[in-house]
């Protein structure tokens, strides 16, 4: 089962789509928690994700605001997509009887 | 203020791949981080990375496992043979080895080719068994030198004497990082001319047992030679230029 920034990172490069990289990925992560993402976290984190074959990375293009330097572009592959499904049923099943979860209609 | 810092960070991430420092050099450009965040966040990934290459066998083997003893029995060489060459240069002038016994000039012909060979090849072996914590095989070889040189107490001869060894191991070094390589004739060469002077000053009482370590690193590079497929692994990882 993935691990809680794991299934974070996923999630964000599969909501950024072809324009998931290194900086705007942090940005996003930055906005949706409120806290920064560190680059030793996001880089080692996404090695570990590549080994298990959850996500590809690739050296994208250069561009002049990053002074002509390249990005580390990521795609999240199926594996990926199955596993960070799996892990938000698996949060979504075990939160349902929690006080904090919002009721939903129908559910019991 | 600023130039300073990111010229800090441009030398901090020397310590990354080739690969990543452009990768992340880039997200710092482009985010606009501040100096003192951008070096927080190199030195991060910096130690990071580290910490995973030490979770591995080769820094283990490299800097306490070689690079430590080498350095120990390394300087104790350097000591026997400028010991020797002191006795030997007649009013400190000219050498004078033809009216020493020819048993002495064999035994200090011996000192010297085992402080050479070996020095050179641990250089080497510790470079190419793990090349980014070089800089921690180097402070694990100092050590030992800065403790032998602060105890170091002779009349007669400089406290630096103790660091002839450091020639021949630097050579190796550098020729490990230029990406040389060596041919399995010549280093099996090497480490039998080095193991047969080590048994010779063996058999002549003039060798501690443990110093048989010393060849461990000659023997390991006429048995593992790196070979040109090892060469272009390393390159594809940015750990040669």
């Given amino acids: 089962m993935l691990g809680e920034f794991e299934y974070l990172l996923i999630t964000v490069a599969a909501t950024l789509g072809e324009n998931a990289y290194g900086a705007a990925m942090r940005e996003s992560i930055a906005k949706a928690t ?6 030793g976290a996001l880089y080692t984190t996404l090695d570990r994700l590549e080994a298990k074959g959850l996500v590809e ?3 994208g293009e250069s561009t002049p605001q990053r002074g002509g330097r390249a990005k580390r572009m990521v795609r999240v592959t199926s594996a990926g997509t199955a596993a960070a499904r799996s892990f938000y049923d698996t949060m979504i099943c075990i939160s349902n009887r929690a006080p904090w979860a919002v009721r939903r209609e129908g559910a019991e | 203020m600023r130039d300073i810092a990111w010229k800090l960070i441009e030398a901090m991430a ?3 791949t080739p690969e990543e420092r452009e990768i992340v050099l880039g997200d710092l450009i482009e985010t606009r981080e501040t100096g003192w965040r951008g070096m927080r966040e190199v030195s991060g990934l910096v130690a990071r990375r580290q910490m995973q290459l030490w979770s591995g066998w080769r820094p283990w083997l490299a800097a306490p496992g070689l690079a430590l003893p080498c350095s120990f029995m390394l300087m104790g060489f350097s000591f026997a043979i400028s010991s020797e060459l002191q ?8 050498l004078n080895l033809v009216s020493a016994e020819p048993a002495e000039a064999v035994l200090l012909l011996c000192q010297v080719l085992v402080l050479m060979i070996c020095a050179w090849a641990a250089g080497f072996t510790v470079d190419s068994v793990s090349r980014r ?3 921690a095989s180097a402070i694990c070889c100092f050590l030992p030198c800065l403790f032998c040189l602060l105890r ?3 009349e007669s001869l400089s406290r630096f004497c103790l660091l002839f060894f ?3 191991a630097l050579a190796g070094v550098c020729f490990s990082r230029r990406g040389g390589t060596i041919k399995r004739r010549w280093a099996l060469a090497l480490a039998l001319a080095a193991t047969v002077c080590m048994a010779v000053l063996a058999v002549r009482g003039h060798l501690w047992v443990l110093n048989w370590e010393l060849i461990v ?5 006429a048995i593992l030679p790196v070979r040109p497929d090892r060469m272009a692994i390393l390159r594809n990882e940015g750990r040669v230029s």
């Fill in chain 2, 152 to 154: 170091f107490r002779h």
């Fill in chain 2, 87 to 94: 006795t030997h240069f007649a009013y400190g002038l000219q």
């Fill in chain 2, 133 to 135: 914590t070089l800089a």
């Fill in chain 2, 217 to 221: 690193p000659a023997w390991y590079l």
């Fill in chain 2, 166 to 168: 450091l020639f021949p």
């Fill in chain 1, 57 to 59: 990375t690739w050296m």
């Fill in chain 2, 14 to 16: 020397l310590q990354l």
């Fill in chain 1, 34 to 39: 409120g806290r920064t993402c560190s680059m």
